[in-house]
């Protein structure tokens, strides 16, 4: 199957927003608990091993549990970090459109 232009610019964006949230992650002046970093990093591996697979076999599957996950994150980050929320919540959009 061929990858079409708006896949290819989603997944780079998707790339792109993967690498804010990494640096998000290791900038130490955001007081994250151990628990909101853990949840941050989990989301960040799930999704990078989802476009190694989605590249390797162009195939995108749609997971109601990691929506939903993500979608409970936002709403515990947004209180306490609201930029790290639209982030995530930017994240998601850029998921949605790729059918993930």
Do not use: C, W
Request: proline content about 2%.
């Amino acid at each position: 199957m061929r990858i079409t232009k708006e896949q290819f610019m989603s997944e780079q964006q998707l790339r792109d927003q993967l690498e804010a949230l990494r640096q998000t992650l290791d900038d130490r002046e955001i007081q994250l608990s151990i628990e909101e970093r853990s949840a941050l990093e989990s989301l960040a591996n799930n999704l990078e091993a989802r476009l190694l697979v989605r590249e390797a076999n162009d195939e995108s599957v749609a997971d109601p549990s990691l929506v939903d996950g993500v979608h409970l994150m936002i709403e515990e980050l947004e209180v306490r970090y609201p930029s790290t929320a639209t982030m995530v919540r930017n994240i998601m959009q850029t998921l949605s459109n790729m059918g993930i």
